[in-house]
């Protein structure tokens, strides 16, 4: 299949590791690769109030990933947002209903469309994964990521106590409410429980820079913070 790349903001700035391993980790299962112009997904200013301002990034998207067969991101946060903008602003459009239906966050690319399940690889680690909102509750996945980790020699999955806990970051929401999401954050930092983690696994950015910077800011060095498609490259998915 012909697959797109949508880097997202956050993977342009500070993860660029993620979107280098999703293109591997596709590459090595039979995928070709292309990578389009790219353009914010509107989240910032939708999540603000400003959903007029957000319409021009959903129409930049629809314009220059247009006819894709796929899209596939490595942030269910901003594939939830382009499908539900795609709906809500060209809803009447064809294409734009097409490419909502064809745009998917990395493990429901994986999950749904490749029909990968416990795929085989090396990873000697403890690691915890964690459901971000957005991925559990806009896109319905919940923690389905975990199919693609359970086959992987050497890796021992924990679970959180509470996992539906919120890590605090929702974009803006961390600019305009910083003491409640720091809060949030160490709430759920708390729930790590015991053995430890070595890795903290997420498939949203955002996510770990939110829990993997207030691990950071009380001194600590475990878990750390790591992408899904970071883990499923370094493991060797599709070797």
């Not at 509107?42 to 998207?61: L, M, R, T």
């Not at 980790?149 to 970051?169: N, V, W």
């Not at 770990?208 to 883990?231: F, T, W, Y």
């Amino acid at each position: 299949m012909r697959v797109r790349l949508f880097t997202t903001c956050l993977g342009d700035l500070f993860a660029q590791q993620a979107v280098l391993s999703t293109a591997r980790v596709l590459r090595r299962l039979g995928h070709e690769i292309e990578l389009p112009e790219q353009s914010c997904c509107g989240q910032p200013a939708y999540n603000s109030g400003f959903q007029e301002e957000a319409k021009p990034f959903i129409a930049a998207y629809l314009d220059k990933f247009r006819g894709s067969e796929a899209v596939v991101a490595p942030s269910g946060s901003c594939v939830a947002m382009l499908r539900h903008g795609l709906a809500q602003f060209f809803g009447e459009d064809g294409e734009a209903r097409r490419l909502a239906e064809h745009t998917y966050e990395m493990s429901q690319f994986l999950l749904d469309v490749e029909g990968l399940r416990a795929p085989k690889g090396h990873f000697d680690a403890k690691a915890i994964y964690h459901e971000s909102c957005h991925l559990s509750h806009w896109l319905h996945q919940g923690d389905r990521a975990k199919e693609l980790l359970s086959g992987i020699e050497g890796l021992e999955l924990l679970t959180f106590r509470e996992p539906q806990l919120c890590c605090g970051f929702g974009g803006t929401f961390a600019v305009h409410f910083p003491e409640l999401s720091i809060a949030m954050a160490d709430e759920k930092l708390q729930d790590l429980g015991s053995p430890e983690p070595d890795i903290l696994v997420a498939s949203d950015q955002g996510c770990l820079m939110q829990l993997g910077g207030r691990i950071a800011a009380k001194g600590g060095k475990r878990p750390e913070p790591m992408h899904l498609s970071v883990l499923l490259d370094r493991a060797g998915v599709g070797k």
